[in-house]
């Protein structure tokens, strides 16, 4: 372990100019508010907008998880993984720094990297493009405020994915003006700088920050730098309108290691994957990722006379993508563009008694215009060229949905109509003629009721939901790195039913869902020896379980705490899928663990210290549809200790520090599903350190 205790002369200057900029505003300053108190305890009340309607969470009839500033505050201001894990039925895996994927119920089966089958919003804009990628790894852990999941399909108003939707906040309404700059140094030769500056008046906020992430990783071949600017702003307009603004400009690069054999990680789990026959190690390719991203939008929430509303949002995204492997080096040119309209009506608006009926109407269009370019790699530099793809791809979508709530009762029913289409052609070097393949008239709809259960004077909100979910294949599935073109991919078609209960019994709160998800036309994984990727549908799959939250808070006068714990059963299995000569049917899917389990206890005391323990268990993961190869299962525990100081009630110092798989386990987080040759494993960091402090300041 090596703990920073420096930083270089870029970050020195950044200081300086912050610290001038606090100093120099102190003056006209206010009290800051504390926004790290605990906030589990309130957590059913936690206001979150899911289905184009904002609600409490313990009255939304749909499984949802919430990641906010508290559980992001557990843990170590470098990733959000470890906090997105501690959620039941939700798994975020990092194959290497910088490299993401996302899981809800098992749904990262199609995802060898990146973000698929999973829509992602970032504040109300839709970033995942119309190819069905999202570079979830272009925004830093700065980059959210808060993150709400939607667990199993939500295409009835989010279009097409059968796995869940995340929509994220970076900046809420809420939020006090004032500066911040941090530095957290720890193992591996991390070093990560934040600094912000919040303005505004009670007609607008405006926030401006910058991030960097530097580190040497923990695998031979594993360094990362990531730059995330940006800029958001929230604008009060006459007649209650809401004008928010998003830029943002990411610029990232990491390095590839390469996953493992059983024998290559058992003896150096560190180690990058080595040269084999035709094949150079990772680290001669200087296989990696470098890739910037430009993002650019506005929402815009416009009432229209006392019952009606309007929310629309217009967007443009580009990626420039380079990526040199062990197979090849790849160029890409990623640029797409894309809006979404809600016409809200609601009929019973101001009135103080009865039902509340609400109606939405709306549409979402994205097209994509993508260029690739595949030559050969030598030693991490574009060599003569393989191929030219010209890529178009449009999603668009129309739904309606309508909700009606009382006293005790809300349902909720919503249904869309979803068309996407790809149009490509192959230069390589003449044309090879342009090939399309459509994907229309697919039908997704939508409902759900919750009950309000009166037990004396305990309150149980319990709800069920049945949705339908399509999910066509991605562009990087009909198009893979492994080269063979396959437009013949059909896409996923399920149903899921959902049943779950929440209540609030003194102090204790609970969250339980169980669901059933039968998917027909499954798409899954495969890779070549040069680990180029490939896909197949694979028939049906079985797919139940349940996903438990529990916690416990205590308030005194100097002291909060909050127990909680966080519980996953899946059973995913292959209903029917033969491939050749083989018979999966009955096995597990890969890449789902059968059970895990998180767990932990915050306390604050004196307004001063924090302390957070974090334990998290996985059990077993099947890496292959045969399930001859399993990942073991591991336990990991984690502390962080922080403590807090206060000036004038203006200036707050933090500082804190935390280690993280404190029993230094061997595990793998993100392994290779169906990897060629038994290329599997891809090992996550041992036992780690890391100390930050924090200077903030607040103004009117």
Known sequence: MQLLCHCNCSYMKKYAIILFALHALAGRSQTIQDTSTTEAPSLPEVQIRVFDHARKLKDIP?????????????????????????????????????????????????????????????????????????????????????????????????GAGTGGVLLTENLTEQEQQGALVSFTGGSFHTQNFYASVITGNSKMLSKVSFQRLESDGYRNHSASKRDVHSWTGLFRTGSNGLLKTSFVYGDLFYETPGALTRAEYEANPKASRPAAGAFPSAENAKASIRQKTFLAGVSYVQPLGLKWENKSSVYGMFTDLRNPTIRNYEKSSLPHIGGRTVFSFSPFAGRSSGGQLLLNVGGE?????????????????????????????????????????????????????????????????????????????????RIALLKKLHFGSTLVNAYTSISKGFSPPTTAELLPSGGAVNLDLDPEEGINYDLGVRTSIGKFYLDVNAFVFSLNNTIVQRRDAGGGDYFVNAGKTSQFGTETYLSYSLLSKKMESLAWVSHTWHHFEYKKFVQINNDHSGKRLPGVAPQSLAAGMDIKWNNHWKVALTYSFSDRVPLNDANTEYASSYHLLGIRLGYQIRWHKVWRV??????????????????????????????????????SLLIEAGWK
């Open 365 to 445: 269009w994205q097209e994509g215009f993508n260029t690739i370019h595949v030559y050969q790699n030598f030693s991490g530099a574009a060599d003569s060229l393989q191929s030219i793809d010209e890529i178009n791809n449009r999603q668009q979508f129309v739904f309606t949905q309508v909700s009606f709530e009382n006293h005790d009762w809300s349902i909720m029913g919503g249904l869309s109509w979803n068309l996407s289409r790809l149009r490509f052609e192959r230069f390589d070097p003449a044309s090879s003629g342009r090939q399309s393949r459509k994907f229309d008239n697919e039908l997704a709809p």
């Open 654 to 691: 933090a500082a804190f520090g935390g280690a993280e798989n404190l029993f230094d386990e061997n595990y793998s987080l993100g392994n290779d599903i169906n990897g060629f040759g038994g290329r599997y494993y891809n090992a996550a960091p041992g036992r780690n350190f890391y100390f």
């Open 62 to 158: 749909a499984a949802v998880a919430y990641v906010g500033k508290s559980a992001l505050d557990r843990f170590s201001p470098s990733s959000i993984v470890p906090a997105v894990n501690t959620l039941p039925g939700v798994r975020m895996e990092e194959r290497s720094p910088g490299s993401y994927r996302f899981n809800i119920r098992g749904s990262s089966l199609r995802s060898p990297f990146g973000v698929r089958n999973v829509k992602v919003y970032y504040n109300d804009l839709p970033v995942t493009d119309p190819g069905g990628q999202t570079f979830l790894n272009q925004f830093g852990y700065y980059s959210f405020q808060n993150i709400t999941i939607i667990k199993g399909p939500g295409s009835s108003s989010y």
